[in-house]
């Protein structure tokens, strides 16, 4: 999927809502390189946005929904999108359970373990991706690199809250 005027369909600044709290320092390390690697490189657009940005995004639960508000880099309000997290439940689940393997793996398993349950988790991670492409299209245009790095932040919020 390609975004009109890629120099300005990007994210300049990603927040993640502090107030639902942290979990584990290795899923917070996730949210740390999955923020810097989303703002390194992205393709992010709000449909229907002809002024363009860059933007600025916070991500945030609420009443056990997920809240895209997207601004200009001026801290213009552009667009507020919210999203059932019914459809990233099973997803998100799997990959907290495979994750907590990868984790204790890579602590402690030879390998051929490691890459083996890395492989689940990243087939995983592709179909959360994939999920949220799918809810965001008709309101964001992304490409998988940028849903990947969203799924992530998606996932993190959910272990908050």
Not at 19 to 46: C, K, M, Y
Not at 59 to 74: G, H, K, M, N
């Amino acid at each position: 999927m390609s975004c009109a005027g890629s120099d300005t369909a990007r994210l300049v600044e990603v927040e993640l809502d502090e107030s639902v709290g942290r979990t584990t320092p290795d899923v917070e390390h996730e949210r740390a390189v999955a923020i810097f690697d989303l703002v390194e490189e992205n393709r992010f657009q709000p449909v229907g946005d002809e002024a363009g940005g860059p933007y600025r995004l916070k991500l945030s639960l609420v009443d056990s929904r997920l809240v895209f508000s997207i601004s200009r880099e001026s801290g213009e309000t552009v667009v507020t999108h919210i999203l059932s997290l019914t459809p990233f439940r099973r997803i998100v689940k799997d990959y907290y359970l495979i994750c907590e393997s990868y984790y204790d793996a890579i602590r402690s398993a030879t390998p051929s373990q490691i890459e083996a349950i890395d492989m689940g988790r990243r087939g995983l991670h592709n179909e959360g991706s994939q999920t949220l492409m799918d809810r965001l299209d008709g309101k964001i245009s992304v490409d998988f690199d940028t849903a990947r790095r969203l799924f992530t932040l998606v996932y993190v919020l959910h272990r908050r809250g």
